[in-house]
DNA sequence: CTTGACTATAACAAATTACTTATATAATCT
DNA sequence: AGATTATATAAGTAATTTGTTATAGTCAAG
């Protein structure tokens, strides 16, 4: 639980999902990751860190570079996350408060914010 | 991308994750909300606002009560960014300097915080 | 062994977040 | 109408987050 906490925080902020876009293509050390993205070196570090505590990614060492790839141990949390809400979804989906909200829900059409 | 951002930080919320559970379980109104989760319901209105806006949750009108329930857009904004992701690393698995990295990893093995 | 590249950490400021209590608004009930 | 219930908004606060610059540590090259 505490990892769903740390994953989806880590997925909850822009940059640091473009740096795993960025990742998706493949490996790629610190600096080649400070360069796309207009911050700091030392905010970017930041950010690698708390993708690393998500599970998100992962880093090797190579002299004094530290290339960082994707771990999948995050994305497979999101994934079983999914799963479970679909589960309680479906598991719901048949019973009758559920139908009758559904179609209740005609009169919800156009509302703004 | 705006979606995105929105959802995952609706998200990123362990209070609204539980509400999200809570709701995967049925429709419940906002004071039905308030009951489980030990903190004021002027907060729980704004998790609700920050889950609504993340496509997470909506709302319909039944007289003064505003029952809340999971709207699956968010979910599948989710699910379309985890396809995402899994497309770009199948794309680049069968790339040589991923092999390379994947090989690589086995140093990367016992690795503290 | 000094210099330069690569990355992490420290110290700090600004913005954002997540609460709180108090209050406003609207619907329901008597 | 007056009281009560259901929810939203306002104002304020403490904690967290995100960024910055400056600096330290480590590795590589000459």
Redesign the pocket.
């Known amino acids: 639980m505490k990892t769903l906490n740390a994953t989806f ?1 880590a997925l ?5 999902r473009a740096i795993l876009a960025r990742l998706a293509l493949g490996e790629a ?6 360069e796309p993205f ?13 993708l690393e505590s998500g599970g998100l990614i992962s ?1 090797r ?8 790839r994707i771990d999948k141990k995050g994305i497979e949390v999101v994934d079983q996350w999914l799963a479970m809400m679909r589960h309680a979804l479906a598991k719901n989906y048949d019973r009758l408060d559920q139908l009758l909200t559904d179609l209740q829900h005609n009169e919800n059409d156009a509302k703004g914010d």
Do not use: M, N, W, Y
């Open positions: 925080f909850s902020d822009p940059t640091r050390t610190v600096t080649e990751l400070v207009a911050i700091s070196q030392p905010a970017i570090s930041g950010h690698l860190k708390v880093r060492i190579d002299g004094s570079k530290r290339p960082c």
